[in-house]
Every structure is written in C-alpha cells, then in structure tokens.
C-alpha cells in the first residue's frame, strides 16, 4: 500500500470509531427544546399566514393575476411575416386551381423555401410527380405552379390547414 491508501484508510477509521462513539456510548444532550415552546412557535406562524390571507391580494398581485388569465392575441414564440405585395399583385391575375394537390406545410430555412405538397417536400423549380407540373413560387399561404409545357400556364394552390 503507498502512503496515500494508509492516510486515507485511517481517516476512514477514525470516522468509523467516531460514528460508533457518538451513537452507543455518548449520553444525549439536554440542548432540545421543549414541547411547548414548538407548540407556540408554530401557532404563531399559522397566526400570520392567516393575517397575510386576509389582507388578500395586492393590486399588482391581482393584476398579475387577471393578465395570466386572459387570452393571447398571438403566440409571441411565432414571428408573422407577411409575403412581399408586389409577387401578390403579379399573382393575383392567376387562375385559381381545384385539384388533388394539396399544399398543407411551408417551411423556411435562411433564403430556402420548401413546400409540403400532398405529403411530399419541394423546392421552387421542382416538377411535381403527379400531373407534370413545376414548383414556380412558394409563399406562405399559396403557391404557384406552372406547366411543364410551352404555354408556361400558372396556377395559384392556396394553403389548406389540416388539424
């Protein structure tokens, strides 16, 4: 054993003679206080949270209060961003589209903007798998797509929110 080990050993018996000392052969001490006094103690302190709950709430208290209970406008953890107006006005001339295709999620990563289309993720540019069509814009609430063909024809999907 190095020295070390022997110092810590010792320490440890040392503790263990102490333990056993304080527990079987020392006589309690007499530094408890009584009973009674506790008693009067506690019945004290029930005396003042009854005082406190009477007195009721502060006016601060009571508005904290009332505004935790209301409503939120707006979540404030979702930031709003509202879609550039001169791709609206280009947009707005174009044809409204009833199909299949489903635009149910938009994502936005730095300048990337994805499109969930009937399940599926999409970038502007790609070409749909069903019906040829052509990602041509992404905005949050509707996006464009156009044929593959050369009549370049447009058409706007709104956004539909599934729960």
């Known amino acids: 054993m190095t020295n070390r080990e022997k110092i810590i050993v010792g320490l440890m018996l040392l503790v263990v003679v102490y333990g056993v ?9 007499e ?15 029930i005396a003042k949270v009854a005082d ?10 009571s508005y904290v209060l009332q505004k935790a209970q209301t409503k939120w406008k707006q979540d404030p953890l979702i930031q709003m961003r509202e879609a ?5 006005k280009e947009e707005a001339k174009l044809p409204v589209m009833k ?3 489903v635009y149910t999620g938009f994502l936005q990563m730095g300048n990337r903007r994805l499109a969930i289309i009937s399940g599926m993720e999409y970038e502007a540019g790609d ?5 040829g069509f052509i990602v041509r814009n992404i905005n949050p609430n509707h996006i464009v797509l156009g ?3 050369t009549g370049k024809q447009t058409f706007i999907i709104p956004m539909e929110e599934m729960e």
């Not at 000392?21 to 001490?29: I, K």
């Open 99 to 101: 199909s299949k295709i």
């Open 52 to 61: 406190k709950a009477k007195s009721g709430l502060s006016k601060e208290q």
């Open 31 to 45: 530094t408890k206080i009584s009973g009674q006094k506790d008693l009067e103690t506690l019945n004290t302190f």
């Open 127 to 131: 070409k749909l798998e069903p019906g």
């Open 84 to 88: 550039p107006k001169v791709e609206e």
């Open 21 to 29: 000392y304080t527990l079987f052969l020392s006589s309690p001490s």
């Open 147 to 149: 044929t593959s063909n």
